[in-house]
């Protein structure tokens, strides 16, 4: 082991000793950003910087765990990537099906799809499927995969839902009208029965939600760091949690 390798676990082990279990986020929503920057600056294509970040979503996964985080929000996959040219929008797609498969086999955690799944290709529609009916009785940590995922979608199909469950349960126009309501449509958003996000980490230094979990991260703390998704470590997730603990959160007031 190198003198760098030393003093970086030093410097890990001191940062996680900073952290105050007590405030510590049930939920995390993570924006894996800077694959292909990463893959990029290496002289590599873009199928190299996703597999990268497909990588080390395992491991980030077990450092969720550690804490005792309840649910963790991944965005794998946009409605806006969707429209990517074919040659590399396949091969991504392909990548997110074996990087769900191999999470669900772990055994380790709950897989939740979320986004407008009817948007997606037949088979990765089917692998994310596949692997939220092999792990629904997993009693450990929920991980929602958020796969053909836009904020705006999600809102527009949250009262779309609304409203045809108004539709099937014969009401008047003025009843819908005041079915809608803030609890009305979360209620019907991807993410229901869930705590809202109460941590957003976006990773390459980029500072911008860009649509990510609009409704529910009304009231998140956001943490934004350098460092492309292929490179996030430990260290830089538990500086995520220090910063976190260390907000005064005011909810809106």
Do not use: K
Request: hydrophobic content about 40%; some cysteine.
């Amino acid at each position: 082991m190198s003198l760098g390798d030393l003093i970086y676990g030093a410097y890990e082990r001191r940062v996680a000793r900073q952290l105050h279990r007590g405030a510590l986020p049930r939920h995390v929503g993570v924006m894996l950003d800077g694959n292909r920057r990463w893959a990029a600056e290496r002289g590599a294509d873009s199928r190299t910087g996703h597999q990268a970040g497909a990588d080390n979503i395992a491991a980030f996964l077990s450092w969720c765990e550690e804490v005792g985080i309840e649910v963790v929000t991944l965005w794998l996959l946009s409605t806006d990537n969707l429209s990517r040219p074919e040659r590399e929008l396949s091969p991504l797609l392909r990548i997110i099906e074996n990087a769900v498969g191999d999470l669900s086999a772990a055994g380790r955690w709950r897989i939740n799809p979320v986004g407008a799944l009817h948007l997606l290709p037949g088979d990765t529609r089917a692998a994310v499927a596949a692997a939220a009916l092999r792990t629904m009785t997993v009693p450990g940590m929920t991980v929602n995969i958020a796969v053909g995922y836009g904020g705006r979608q999600e809102i527009a199909d949250a009262v779309r839902s609304l409203v045809a469950e108004h539709a099937a349960g014969g009401g008047t126009i003025d009843d819908l009208a005041a079915s809608i309501t803030v609890e009305g449509i979360a209620e019907h958003l991807y993410t229901r029965g869930q705590p809202d996000p109460d941590l957003v980490i976006r990773t390459s230094g980029e500072q911008r939600l860009s649509g990510f979990l609009l409704w529910q991260s009304a009231h998140s703390e956001f943490y934004f760091c350098e460092a492309y998704w292929p490179d996030f470590r430990r260290v830089d997730f538990l500086r995520a949690l220090r910063a976190y603990a260390d907000r005064n959160r005011r909810f809106g007031t």
